[in-house]
């Protein structure tokens, strides 16, 4: 799932309901550790003067949240081997 600045931003604030093919809604999942990251360091490339910040600092992503964010990747398909 690729994520836009604007939508990484906007988080669950703007939580939007996608409508699905038998009529129900379903809720857009909120942006995750890694698309976070990604939104930021575009932002610092397009010139926002922003700084990411340095590991152990308040506020910066621990050691354990890698690791469970880790939990959560999809698998490419594709190639089986």
Known sequence: MTVSVQEAR???ENAARLPEQDGSVRMKEKPGLYANIRAKRERIAS???ER???TGSKGAPTAQ???DSAKTVKKPKGKKK
Request: net charge positive; hydrophobic share 40%.
């Open 47 to 49: 010139g926002s003067k």
């Open 65 to 67: 949240a890698f690791r």
């Open 10 to 12: 906007a988080g669950l």
């Open 52 to 54: 990411m910040r340095p």
